[in-house]
């Protein structure tokens, strides 16, 4: 258990969310906000009454909920380190504190002067902090468990892709063709086809190095090129992009498998499929453009398959911070994938 | 009787070079026990179409999925030859057409291919008939590619995208295309049912690629009441007949 963690760290479905992701602060601010608004209503005895209300319980609300957020983003690598329970427990106790803190020096915004009853405040603001967190971390808690299950569907969608009869046996039998011929060739050919299974087969990571994601991608090229030849060709272009910036395991291989499938394997004259990485920023562009024959009806259903498992894993490991497009024109078809610049171990997303 | 006489003449269709070598190879290893010889091989269709006319052969082996025309497809047209060959299927994995072989006993062998599967498939051959047209249509689920024509002793293959529109007069059907007219011996009910996503029927005698539709125009022989269809790429408008006039609201 120990092991299978320390390899996936990130995104687990039983860890905390990544205080440093932008779509995680943002739904923590619409969700605490959606609460107090309900308290609002809750709290107000007409309708024009629920903007004081709301005003009010704003006072104290967001001072506490920026200072958190500002708090469990400083502290996020070192939360990460924690068993889950352990990090509830932390990130409860922050929490709290601060509300009682804010509330305490806060002085006369929070306790009016009529004398109202400042332990029963506190005891109360302590119990809605309380329940605020748990609503929350409950919540982030379900979504990733939903899905985490992306996440293996993925491997088998790939384990599934990479036995693909089709490839399979039209690979085999193309080792055998040049077996007598050109015995050497043949057995690079049949580590590549190793290389691509072991892959496939190994536990999901969630992020490696772009070298190794593009050597394995070249693998699969090599293979495909054995048996069509100077019909598939392959334009890479790599702008500023070293070798070492991590990206979510067989992103690119299986977007090249669709290209080769769907794109270059039904056309007689072949094609070349263009391949962009580059980086903007702090974003990392991923640009994957093929020909295809020319179709009147809609696009094959495998890809779409491969396409939504990939946006799934981007969710679970960006959630916002990526996106995602697909052009399918007449004759060809363009994805491209935008998402965070991770360069080193260290700031992984959770 | 002389070996030599019976040889086996083989051809070889496969879109992947490396496919077309193990055949080779293993052809090769069956000549020592099977008096055969490989005749040509092919890449697409229309090569092999060409390379058969020229040279004739008894089987071919010819790969199911192959780029702009399948294998099933290229049957058909091979079946226009002036004496069809024999063809044994190869496909590393079709399903559905391993499904519909088995229905219709055809021969096929299924990628890697064997030495004794393919020695079995050979010897077999030697007595079998080409399958039948229709079936290899049945077996088809979407419609051709390209209509192939006899003519002066080659087979064309005019790609369907091509073709403007198809008449029916007397025993053929005239296929008309931008640059020319070819006859072809088919029903005209059949190619509507088959082609029904790409033609239309505007007379009893003709189906006009919706593609090609340029305008309409009224006229002809029928006199004002009547309308004409204008293609795009040819002069002479095409008469609709009063039954058909429904698709020029449709249409235009």
């Known amino acids: 258990m120990n092991k299978a963690r320390s390899i996936k760290q990130n995104a687990r479905p039983d860890g905390l969310p990544n205080f440093r992701n932008l779509g995680t602060l943002l739904r923590i601010l619409l969700i605490s906000n959606g609460l107090a608004l309900l308290q609002a209503i809750l709290l107000a005895s007409a309708w024009t009454d629920v903007a004081q209300r709301m005003m009010q319980i704003a006072t104290l609300l967001t ?3 920026l200072t958190s957020l500002l708090l469990l983003w400083v502290a996020q690598p070192w939360l990460n380190r924690l068993s889950y329970r352990r990090g509830v427990l932390v990130v409860t106790a922050l929490v709290v504190v601060l509300t009682l803190s804010i509330y305490y020096f806060g002085g006369e915004i929070y306790r009016p002067l009529d004398g109202s009853d400042s332990y029963f405040n506190m005891v109360r603001y302590g119990l809605l902090s309380v329940i605020e967190c748990g609503i929350l971390l409950l919540y982030f ?7 985490s299950r992306a996440l293996n569907d993925a491997r088998l969608q790939v384990l599934r892709a990479r036995i693909r009869p089709h490839f399979l ?3 085999i039998n193309a080792v055998l063709g040049i077996v007598r011929a050109q015995p050497k060739q043949a057995e690079t050919a049949l580590e590549d086809m190793a290389d691509l299974f072991r892959m496939a087969m190994s536990d999901a990571q969630d992020l490696v190095p772009l070298g190794r ?11 495909e090129q054995l048996r069509m030849g100077e019909r598939l060709r392959v334009d890479w272009q790599i702008q500023d992009v070293p070798d070492d910036v991590l990206i979510p395991p067989l992103l690119l291989q299986p977007l090249l498998e669709n290209a080769v499938y769907h794109g270059i394997e039904p056309l007689s004259q072949g094609g070349s499929i263009h391949i962009v990485l580059r980086r903007s ?10 020909p295809c024959p020319v179709r009147t009806d809609a696009p094959h259903r495998g890809n779409r398959v491969a396409l939504r498992n990939i946006r799934e894993r981007l969710d ?3 959630d916002v911070e990526a996106r995602y497009q697909v052009e399918s024109g007449k004759d060809f078809y363009r994805v491209e994938i935008i998402f965070p610049y991770v360069s080193s171990v260290k700031e992984r997303p959770s | 009787m002389n070996d030599i006489e019976l040889a086996l003449r083989v051809f070889i269709v496969d879109d992947e070079p490396p496919a077309r070598n193990r055949l080779r190879d293993l052809l090769n290893d069956c000549s020592e026990q099977l008096a055969l010889d490989v005749v040509g091989e092919a890449g697409n269709g229309q090569e092999a179409l060409d390379k058969l006319t020229e040279i004739p052969a008894d089987v071919v082996l010819l790969d199911i999925r192959m780029p702009q025309m399948d294998g099933i497809e290229l049957a058909q047209h091979l079946n226009k030859l002036p004496k069809p060959p024999v063809v044994i299927f190869t496909t590393a994995y079709d399903a559905y057409a391993i499904k519909a072989f088995d229905l219709h006993a055809i021969d096929y062998l299924l990628k890697p ?5 393919l020695f079995e498939a050979l010897n077999r051959a030697r007595v079998a008939v080409p399958v039948q047209t229709e079936v290899l249509r049945d077996l088809l689920p979407e419609p051709r590619k390209n209509l192939s024509i006899h003519e002066r002793g080659k087979i064309h293959l005019i790609p369907i995208e091509q073709v403007l529109y198809l008449r029916a007069e ?5 296929v008309r295309t931008a640059e020319r007219e070819y006859l072809l011996e088919e029903s005209l009910t059949e190619l509507e049912k088959e082609f029904a996503a790409r033609f239309v029927r505007i007379h009893r005698n003709s189906l006009i690629a919706k593609d090609a539709i340029a305008g309409f125009e009224k006229g002809g022989d029928e006199g004002e009441s009547g309308w004409m269809v204008k293609l795009k790429g040819l002069d002479e408008p095409l008469a609709i007949s009063r039954r058909q006039q429904h698709i020029v609201k449709e249409f235009s």
């Open chain 2, 113 to 117: 291919i064997r030495l004794g599967r």
């Open chain 1, 63 to 65: 001072p506490v909920l």
């Open chain 1, 213 to 223: 994601e593009i050597q394995l991608s070249k693998q699969y090229v090599a293979l």
């Open chain 1, 141 to 147: 808690r379900l979504r990733s468990k939903v899905l």
């Open chain 1, 281 to 290: 920023g702090d974003e990392l562009h991923l640009k994957v453009e093929n």
């Open chain 1, 316 to 318: 679970l490991l960006f």
């Open chain 2, 170 to 174: 007397l025993k053929y059907i005239t």
């Open chain 1, 169 to 171: 046996f039209n690979t």
